[in-house]
């Protein structure tokens, strides 16, 4: 982001859900319950939600040309990615994440996998950033050779939020949770701006709910960027320059 760049919204899921969210969910602050020590402790963040959208709307932006949204996804539980399966008439996979611009662009509408040996994922890792240094690539099956892109690719963290899952294929009570670090620029000049976070496809209330697939979020920001000075000035002294040459013109 340029240094001209205004921060004009912030949250670190530490407090309560402020009005500027709405959600077609029950709402609310979760505590990751068992972290990982090889990462930071416990976390607060909004969630969990399942198939439901949730809504940040802003108003009363400075005047910008460009918006930057960045925050932390958390992808809890069995997100089975592209996984074709159908249990009990339930279609295991399509767990599509979407984040879109309210009257704006999608800008982001994919699939993703914690961690299923079968089929992989649509999200590639375009959109993340990767804060830790070096970085060690997330991939819940390093060997995996399926179709799309492998569990995990582009997460910034896995196995950190103390998540677990009782897959009666897989070992007991096993870690299985990602973090993506995303952040998406895209041109916007309104005073107000409304984001659209949403999942669709998960497994819902008829197997396990939101002790199945869940997702939440967490480091939410909105920078918008102000219409830096120099274009102003510069405008005024183009119109000046036109000034004086139509002055010009009209006095031969
Ligand atoms: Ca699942
Ligand atoms: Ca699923």
């Known amino acids: 982001m340029p240094a001209s760049a205004a921060t004009v919204y912030i ?18 602050i979760h505590t990751t319950p068992a972290p990982n020590p090889d990462y930071e402790g416990n976390r607060k963040f909004l969630g969990e939600y399942n198939n439901d959208t949730l809504t940040l709307s802003l108003g009363g932006l400075t005047p910008h040309t460009v918006a930057t949204v960045s925050f932390s996804l958390y992808l809890i539980r069995s997100w089975d990615g592209n996984d074709p399966t159908v249990v009990n008439g339930d279609l295991l996979g399509n767990d599509t994440w979407s984040l ?33 240094t070096p970085w060690t690539p997330c991939n819940a099956y ?34 299985m949770d990602s973090v993506y670090n995303l952040s998406f620029t895209f041109a916007h000049d309104a005073d107000n701006l409304v984001l659209n976070f949403s999942a669709t496809g998960l497994q819902t209330a008829g197997l396990l709910g939101l002790d199945d697939e ?11 960027v102000p219409v830096p000075a120099a274009v102003w000035l510069f405008g005024s002294g183009l119109l000046g320059l036109i000034g004086v040459a139509r002055r010009k013109s009209q006095s031969k």
């Open 11 to 28: 949250n670190q899921g530490t407090g309560t859900v402020g009005s500027e969210w709405t959600t077609t969910a029950a709402s609310g």
């Open 142 to 175: 390093a060997d995996y050779s399926g179709p799309g892109n492998g569990p995990m690719t582009g997460a910034n963290e896995c196995y950190s939020l103390g998540y677990t899952f009782d897959d009666p294929n897989r070992p007991p009570n096993e870690a």
């Open 214 to 224: 869940s997702w939440g979020l967490d480091n939410v920001r909105v920078d918008a």
């Open 100 to 132: 879109s611009v309210g009257n704006g662009p999608t800008l982001l509408s994919t699939t993703f996998s914690n961690g299923n040996s079968v089929a992989g994922q649509n999200y590639d890792g375009a959109f993340s950033t990767y804060t830790y």
